[in-house]
């Protein structure tokens, strides 16, 4: 082996010795840092896992929603609405929606009601989401008997439970048939709660939604883009909020962190003092030293991002989930899809290990070109 | 020939009188550097003059103006009183601190104005230090305080370790090759420190007030060992007021220290 990879093997002999010398001081630091990184991770993570959920179930939504408006409020869309907006060039289908949410005094829970766009469902059963079947302890073949707001009571039977992995967006949901939607609401016949419409050419979607504006001005269209932009700063309000809270905490750690790592101890300053005199040189003293802060800050780094990860991904973040999920009756329980956005990793690296590797690099350096003759003196 | 006029023109250069000079047997030993002979002018120092804080209220000459000669493979000790700046002085011979004026060359080569790394290096190769607290770095074994100045030169880890136990064997720390240096007694700790200073070959030793913590017993143990480098012809300068040392039969010259400068004698 060359003498500079034997040098550099001595270097990192000495480095891990001297971490093991200091263990309860190394060990401290290593945890407070693992915290931080494990609270800001944690955050981090789950809120973009939220994002990249909601995403994932926008990305299946219609291109455009249109509303009608009275008054500013949201009204129904009226017969014939439909066939005036269908022939439009670049809309590739439309269809009329029907959805409504229902209070249920029994577990004091909204339900939304939905007519799905095939209409599959068989008129007195319900298709539910697993939140519901949960709260209200159904399973298909079962039967639940719900009091409309005319005052009448409708008894549907069960005929499935949507699947789990839908439950972020299903938690609180009911499909029903067209014919029981219109019966338990008393809906008018050819109205419709909004339109949905298929585009074909993603770049033509405004302009469709412009054209739409115009040929029907007491509407409203909503693009699909909006709403994924709605949900991402709601979650990015969550997570600010989130990391606001924590902030105080996070500033406690820090300041514990930074005075730990960059308190040199006397025992320090001596050994620094002994190892000039006996030869050697100021850079190999901070490339020592470098190593130490460098692998107590990785460790660290590590530790804590891989905790934050387990704690995410397997165990739905227990300590984060209700002010980042926000709230609900029907709490949907939901395993996320891990996700990790490189970007975000890398800023908290650059934010937590950079400093901590300045905190300690500064009083050695400090140390290290101070004259090596001290240490006669002592 | 040549050495021995060399020698008697540098104590006519320095001024310098010699208590007990070269006509003490020097235990040569087999020539360790083929350049350097017995006597022979090895540092110079030439109005060497040392501050401290200077230009501070505080300002402080340790040194105000020493011109001497040193010679190669002779134990030389400096003696004086606390302040005297012999202290100061040892840690301008090895490289330790720079003088604030005058010059030192090592081997005719002034070193005095060289940038800290390349004193480093000179530190590491020419000097190995006997500190008076011994400064054995604690948590660590005597063993690898031994290795600890050949970690920068990059020799390799099997080679150290057996260069190490080597110079322990040699001092009879063998059985305390393991031991943590806060275990050590204060003996072994001086012991572990010599083997430490010896660990790159170096061609001077330099011990600070070597005895001072160290009973009777162990002191005339130090000067056991200290008699075995001069028999073997390796150049030490230590600094002590220690009797036993300074009129020790181990020791060629005397240099006498009083306020920063050298005593007429």
């Known amino acids: 082996m060359s003498p500079w990879f034997e040098k550099q093997r001595h270097l990192i002999d000495f480095t891990l010795a001297s971490l093991a010398r200091r263990k309860g001081r190394h060990l401290g630091l290593l945890v407070v840092f693992a915290l931080l990184v494990f609270a800001l991770a944690s955050a981090m993570l789950f809120a973009h896992a939220l994002r990249h959920e909601a995403q994932q179930i926008l990305d299946g939504a219609p291109e455009i929603v249109l509303q009608k408006l009275v008054a500013g409020r949201h009204d129904l869309i009226p017969p014939g609405t439909i066939e005036r907006i269908s022939g439009m060039r670049g809309v590739q289908q439309v269809h009329g929606r029907l959805w409504g949410y229902y209070y249920d005094p029994v577990v004091k829970a909204n339900y939304t009601f939905l007519v799905p766009p095939d209409n599959s469902i068989q008129p007195g059963t319900l298709v539910i989401g697993p939140a519901l079947a949960r709260q209200r302890g159904l399973a298909p073949g079962t039967g639940i008997s719900l009091r409309s707001y005319s005052g009448a009571l409708y008894s549907f039977a069960i005929a499935a439970v949507l699947p789990q992995a839908s439950e972020l967006a299903s938690a609180d949901l009911l499909l029903v048939s067209e014919a029981d939607f219109r019966a338990f609401f008393s809906y008018p016949a050819d109205h419709y709660t909004d339109i949905a419409l298929s585009v074909a050419n993603p770049a033509e979607v405004r302009n469709i939604a412009n054209k739409l504006a115009k040929l029907?001005?007491?509407s409203?269209?909503?693009?699909?883009?909006?709403?994924?932009?709605?949900?991402?700063?709601?979650?990015?309000?969550?997570?600010?909020?989130?990391?606001?809270?924590?902030?105080?905490?996070i500033l406690a750690f820090a300041i514990l962190a930074w005075d730990k790592a960059s308190g040199l101890s006397a025992d320090e300053k001596r050994e620094i003092g002994i190892l000039k005199a006996i030869g050697w040189e100021t850079g190999d003293i901070i490339k020592m030293k470098f190593w130490e802060g460098a692998l107590i800050s990785l460790i660290a780094f590590l530790v804590g991002f891989i905790a934050a990860y387990v704690h995410v991904f397997h165990f739905g973040a227990p300590l984060f989930e209700p002010v980042l999920k926000g709230w609900s009756v029907l709490y949907p329980r939901f395993v996320l899809t891990p996700v990790i956005d490189g970007l975000q990793v890398a800023t908290l690296f650059f934010f937590t290990v950079f400093p901590f590797l300045a905190a300690t690099l500064v009083p050695i350096w400090r140390a290290a070109v101070t004259d090596p003759d001290a240490v006669m003196r002592t | 020939m040549l050495a021995t006029l060399d020698y008697h023109r540098s104590r006519l250069a320095s001024g310098v009188t010699v208590a007990r000079?070269?006509?003490?047997?020097?235990?040569?030993?087999?020539a360790r550097r083929p350049d350097c002979t017995v006597g022979a002018s090895m540092i110079e120092l030439r109005d060497v003059k040392k501050a401290f804080n200077q230009g501070q209220h505080n300002e402080y000459w340790a040194l105000s103006g020493i011109t001497l000669n040193l010679e190669a493979k002779r134990v030389t000790a400096l003696r004086g009183p606390s302040g005297s700046g012999k202290t100061t002085l040892l840690t301008l011979i090895g490289c330790l601190a720079r003088p604030t004026s005058g010059r030192v060359s090592l081997h005719g080569r002034d070193i005095?104005?060289?940038?800290?790394?390349?004193?480093?290096?000179?530190?590491?190769?020419?000097?190995?230090?006997?500190?008076q607290q011994f400064n054995l770095i604690r948590g660590m074994s005597a063993l690898e305080n031994?290795?600890?100045?050949?970690?920068?030169?990059?020799?390799?880890?099997?080679?150290?370790?057996?260069?190490?136990?080597a110079l322990l064997e040699r001092l009879r720390l063998t059985h305390r090759?393991?031991?943590?240096?806060?275990?050590?007694?204060g003996g072994e700790q001086q012991r572990v420190a010599i083997a430490r200073a010896l660990i790159n070959d170096p061609e001077v030793l330099i011990a600070d007030e070597p005895t001072a913590n160290l009973d009777t017993a162990l002191a005339k143990e130090f000067m056991a060992i200290l008699e075995g480098f001069g028999a073997e012809g390796r150049t030490v300068i230590l600094t002590s007021h220690d009797p036993l040392v300074v009129e020790s039969a181990a020791v060629h010259r005397v240099i006498d220290m009083r306020d920063g400068l050298l005593v007429e004698q």
Do not use: C, K, N
């Open chain 1, 216 to 218: 029907l001005p007491d």
């Open chain 1, 220 to 249: 409203r269209p909503i693009l699909r883009e909006e709403i994924q932009r709605t949900y991402a700063s709601i979650f990015d309000w969550r997570e600010g909020i989130m990391l606001a809270l924590l902030s105080a905490a």
């Open chain 2, 21 to 30: 000079s070269a006509s003490r047997p020097s235990g040569l030993g087999a």
């Open chain 2, 112 to 131: 005095s104005g060289l940038p800290e790394r390349f004193l480093t290096e000179i530190r590491r190769q020419t000097f190995g230090f006997v500190f």
């Open chain 2, 146 to 165: 031994v290795m600890l100045p050949a970690f920068p030169t990059g020799r390799a880890h099997r080679e150290l370790v057996e260069r190490a136990d």
């Open chain 2, 177 to 185: 090759r393991d031991a943590r240096a806060e275990w050590l007694s």
